[in-house]
């Protein structure tokens, strides 16, 4: 058995698939590229597959990461050639290595995400809101009949420069760049700052750039 | 005409407003994307409902693969929007459009919807109409797509017919390259639409509605169908193919879930048992099968092609396939250990079967199901599945015996001659099967009875016979609610209204069409959804078009009435159907016809093919005649 830890990114093509479809469809692409992927045990067996961080529906990603668990020991390249050859369109490798077997779970080791959204529609006062968010002590919200302070979620915002290159680019709209917490039962989501900020969170594009986890 | 690049920029700011936005997107593993400005035909393949359910419609699949293999046709795919996206696109004032490369379906050469049941034909309208093209044919010039449509509906094509270029009766394989052919000649030649109907006519299997006209007597019922073209077919037959073309293996594979997210792998067409409610075994006649060989190498293709972790063997009857046995052991030695589920449809009520699911390793998740249809031997003789009441509790022992909890049940209520002892007595059946499963396995034991209501469909031996009226099945299934229930018990129905809308549907002749017109128009759609159907717009439709909805369904019909459907040929005779219905007011049952050949009438109509395909590929005798003016392939055929 080994234990891979494979980089990727989920490219617009996919935009629209959840987490549990995404989990299902790297199930296949591991059936398809004939590799032996390990199934837990008993009465209703599961493929032994742990995505770190669920991205929500409509967003793109750079560096998601999913460990797999294999039932036989084979070497990286034969393992990424096989992928490269029955991935979708919408998901793409850039990055595969083999962990321990005793790591803890990916999602327990998490720790921030950074996004960058790209305004679909002009947003006035985008300075200043920004600023504003940033001074409050805090940011009381709702999100699912629930209360809870988005102020402490929020790292770090960065209003880009118009024009930055970026992959999502094209409107000429602004973009920004967030880093959010991601711990367990403590995620900040990009779509409850985007209405903070007093935007529509349906007219933007949201990209996570990276996955931040504890070190060491 | 909208350009693709208006049609993604929509989709960029709208589909996060919508539920399930990965229904509208397309670019799945398998999706063929061809150079749309070198191809000659492009084709756009549309199932009248959601993605959800139609990217599990076997039929378009075949076509997809087959069409696309082709260099100079493209086929891509569409879907009927769900409310929230339909009110989005008509809000943009933007056409349904094609998964594949975003354009409007108007843009394609020919619209091909499968309608494999009547309750999606508002939808149909409704596609059509988001799509900007004339609702109805004869509105439509050169310029407008061929609207083309088959499926199982088809076989009575009537109550469409005014919307629906040609209909496509039967098998669509080789039939559809013939279309594409005659379309690409007309568009070469620049000819009239209506040159392109009169070619299209003169194909075996295709029905051109606009080139007959109805004429009834003044008691409503049909007089004669008037052939007005030479070129206009009397009877029109079914095609079919002399055997089944390799499998399908290149399924697309949808990013979300959907009804049956599987690898579909079809091991039998056709039926030769007989039940004389069942539609599909009469349209889909004769019986062919692959080979051992050929489902396990489809399996280990399409497999290889999609990552799917379930399979389904499908067929009308799978226990009836001749080497079932040895497929079973092929199929489990050789996909064993690979976390694979493999489903098995429609099993034969015997222990046999048991034995079957048992070397398949169902998880026994799902249940096992068992469909006796009627809970009496003396009804299940009536309708020709006789099974006796000693050999469906011996078939229960075993499955509770083996493994499984949940043993469902399917039944249906309405049956000709059917008393209400009848009725009582599938929740006794039902109680009697769930003590077998106590005595085995305690209180884990359930059993669920899944209870629809007949309709006489047409083309079976049935199809004289009048539907219950709501108030008898209302009546029937609140028996059954009072009756069937308790703990480990549990009570599935259909409700009396979808009934009463299906059996209209299938009965109906050309007037209908315009009672489907006028429910479109007052708003009905996605009738199949228990949420959507809206019965009162079908009762307006009814009044608004002077039409008795009774006349359809609550009559029975004397076997000498022209039915609006006799003008299709299934190949089977209508003289076969009556006797068949008379046995059945006997009581006489009758055997598998691998067992004995009761002249059906199919091995006439098909003696050509027959001859071509000898052997097991078909489960009908040889032909014996000498060759002769019956053993053409066909009387088109020979004008070919």
Known sequence: MIRTRITFAKTPAMRYTGHLDLHRAWERTFRRAGLPLAYSEGFNPHPRLNLASALPLGFTGACEVIDAWLEQDLPLPDIQAALQCALPPGLQVTQIETVDLRLPALQTELEASEYSITFLEPCPELADRVQALLSALSLPRQR???DYDLRPLILDIQILPMGASHPLDGSGQPQLNLRLVAREGATGRPEEVIAALGYDPQLVRVHRNRLLFRVG | MH?????EAFLERTLLKVQKPARYTGGEINQVVKDWDHIATKIALVFPDLYDLGMSNLGLAILYELLNQRPDVLAERAYAPWSDMEAEL????????SLETKHPLAAFDIIGFTLPYETLYTNALNILDLAGIPLFSAQRNEGHPLVIAGGHAAYNPEPMYPFIDAFVIGEGEEVIDEIV??????KRCGASRQDLLLSLAQIWGVYVPSLYEAHYHPDGVLSHLEARFPEAQLPVLKRIVGKLPPAPTHFIVPYIDTVHNRAPVEITRGCTRGCRFCHAGIVSRPVRERSVAEIVEAIE???ANTGYEEVGLLSLSSSDYTDIVKLVEAVSQRFVGRHLSISLPSLRIESFSVDLMDALKDSRRSGFTLAPEAATERMREIINKPVSTGQLLDTARAIYSRGWHNLKLYFMIGHPSETIEDVQAISDLCKAVLAEGRKLIGRRAQVTAGVSTFIPKPHTPFQWVPCDTLEQITAKQELLKRSLRGPGLKLNWNSPEDTMLEAWLSRGDRRMAEVVYQAWLGGAKFDAWKDRFRFDLWQQAFTAVGLDPAFYTHRLRPLEELLPWDHISTGV??????????RSQQGVTRDDCRERCYACGILPSFAGLRRLNTG?????????SPQGMADRLHPLAINK
Not at chain 2, 3 to 7: A, G, K, N, Q, R
Not at chain 2, 616 to 624: G, I, R, S
């Open chain 2, 616 to 624: 097991d590929v078909w489960q009908c005798p040889e032909v014996k």
């Open chain 2, 573 to 582: 005779r209508k003289k076969y159907l009556a006797d068949d219905y008379l």
């Open chain 2, 301 to 303: 293709q399409a497999l």
């Open chain 2, 181 to 186: 052919d005659v379309q690409q000649a007309w």
């Open chain 2, 90 to 97: 008509r809000h943009a004032s933007l056409p349904l459009y």
């Open chain 2, 3 to 7: 350009t693709p690049v208006e049609i």
């Open chain 1, 144 to 146: 699912r009949e629930r």
